[in-house]
C-alpha cells in the first residue's frame, strides 16, 4: 500500500487558498516525501494478530465448584483443578467445566411449572405415565417422587452417557416400579416409605454404577402417593375401617392390661393367705404334740404329782374363764346339803352373754 501524496497536496492547496494562507509545511512536507514509497506489510500483521487472539482462546478458569475436563482430538486428556490454566486453542484440545459439587434435581410423576408466583404456592402438572405403578397385592398406586444426584466422576459422567438427565431419570423410575411391585399398597401408603426410598435409592445407584455414568444418587424422596382418583373413595371407607379396628383392638388390649395384673394380684393374695393359715396350723400342731409329750415325759417320772399339777391348771383356765358360773361351797355345806347339780347352766351363760352385749353396747 502506498500514500496518494499528490492527492493529498491538492486538498491542502485548496484548504489554504479557502481559508487564506496557513502555517509552512515545507519540513514536514519534505520528511512526509521520504516515506512516499514506503509499503507496510498488513497482511502479515492481521495474520499475527490472529495467531495471537486464536491462541488466547485456551486461556480458560475453572470455578470453587467445578472441575476442567480437557480433550485433545477428541478424546479425554487431564482433569484440572479449580483455578486459571491453559489449554491449547481449539480445534486441538477443548475443555468442560462440569459443577462437581451441585445438586441436581429430577422430577418423576409430576413437573413444576412455577417455583413462586405472587401469591405463593408452587404450581404442578401431574404426568400419569410416569407416576402410575402396580403394587404387589395387585393395585394400582400414583407415586410421585424426586431424586437428587451429583457428579462423582466428571469423566464417566461426560463420556459414557449421552443424556444424563434422562438417564437418571429413566433409571430411578426402573428402579422405583421395581420396588412397589414388591410391596402392598397399605405398605406403600403408611408406614413402608422410609423403606421404599431407601430401597429404591439402593437400587438406582446399583443401575447407575453398572452403566459407568459417574452419577452419585443422594436421596430419592417421596412426594406423594395415593390411589388413583378413581377409587380415592374406597381407600377412605378402607382406611377408616382399619383405623376402627386398630382403636378396639387398642382398647382390648388396655382392658386385658388392665384385669390381667388385678386378678394376678387377688389370686396371689389367696395363696399367700391360705400358705400362712398352713404355717400356723402346722406349727401350732407341732407344738401341740411337742408339749403332749413333753407331759408325758414328766407324768411318766411321777405320775401322781403330774396328775395333781394337771388338774391345778386345768381348774385355773376353768375358774379364770369369767363365761363359766361357779358357785362356791365349804365342806360343812358340802355335808349339810344334797351335791348340787347346775340344772339351769345353759340359761345361767344365755344371761352372762346378754350381759356382756349390754355392756359393750354402753361402751360404744
Avoid: C
Wanted: hydrophobic fraction near 40%; charge should be positive; proline fraction near 5%.
Amino acid at each position: 500500500m502506498s500514500w496518494d501524496w499528490d492527492k493529498l497536496q491538492e486538498r491542502r492547496q485548496r484548504q489554504a487558498h479557502k481559508w487564506g494562507t496557513g502555517p509552512d509545511f515545507g519540513e514536514f512536507n519534505e520528511k512526509f516525501k521520504q516515506i512516499k514509497g514506503i509499503q507496510l506489510p498488513w497482511g502479515k500483521i492481521i495474520l499475527l494478530l490472529v495467531l495471537v487472539l486464536w491462541a488466547l482462546t485456551g486461556v480458560y478458569i475453572v470455578d470453587p465448584d467445578e472441575v476442567g475436563v480437557v480433550q485433545r482430538f477428541g478424546a479425554f486428556d487431564r482433569i484440572t483443578e479449580p483455578g486459571p490454566h491453559y489449554h491449547l486453542p481449539y480445534p486441538i484440545e477443548k475443555v468442560h467445566t462440569p459443577k462437581v459439587t451441585r445438586i441436581r434435581r429430577i422430577e418423576i410423576g409430576f413437573r413444576t411449572l412455577s417455583k413462586k408466583t405472587a401469591f405463593a404456592t408452587n404450581q404442578y402438572r401431574l404426568i400419569p405415565e410416569e407416576s402410575l405403578m402396580l403394587t404387589g397385592d395387585e393395585n394400582i398406586v400414583d407415586v410421585q417422587f424426586i431424586v437428587q444426584y451429583q457428579i462423582k466422576d466428571p469423566k464417566d459422567y461426560l463420556f459414557n452417557i449421552a443424556q444424563p438427565e434422562k438417564t437418571v431419570k429413566d433409571a430411578a423410575e426402573a428402579a422405583m416400579r421395581e420396588v412397589i411391585g414388591y410391596n402392598k399398597i397399605d405398605s406403600a401408603l403408611t408406614t413402608g416409605k422410609l423403606a421404599i426410598q431407601n430401597e429404591t435409592k439402593r437400587l438406582l445407584q446399583e443401575i447407575l454404577d453398572r452403566y459407568h455414568s459417574g452419577i452419585k444418587v443422594v436421596a430419592v424422596q417421596l412426594q406423594d402417593v395415593h390411589p388413583p382418583q378413581e377409587v380415592v373413595d374406597a381407600f377412605k371407607d378402607v382406611a377408616s375401617a382399619k383405623e376402627d379396628k386398630s382403636r378396639y383392638i387398642n382398647e382390648a388390649e388396655a382392658y386385658r392390661n388392665g384385669l390381667l395384673p388385678k386378678t394376678r394380684g387377688e389370686a396371689a393374695g389367696i395363696i399367700n393367705k391360705a400358705l400362712a393359715y398352713k404355717e400356723s396350723v402346722v406349727r401350732k400342731a407341732k407344738g401341740e404334740a411337742a408339749r403332749f409329750l413333753a407331759v408325758l415325759k414328766e407324768y411318766r417320772k411321777a405320775r401322781d404329782i403330774t396328775r395333781k399339777r394337771i388338774y391345778l391348771e386345768t381348774m385355773e383356765q376353768i375358774l379364770s374363764n369369767p363365761d363359766v358360773s361357779k358357785l362356791i361351797l365349804s365342806d360343812k355345806a358340802l355335808q349339810k346339803v344334797v351335791p348340787y347339780l347346775p340344772l339351769n347352766m345353759e340359761g345361767l351363760r344365755s344371761n352372762s352373754r346378754a350381759k356382756k352385749r349390754k355392756t359393750a353396747g354402753g361402751k360404744k
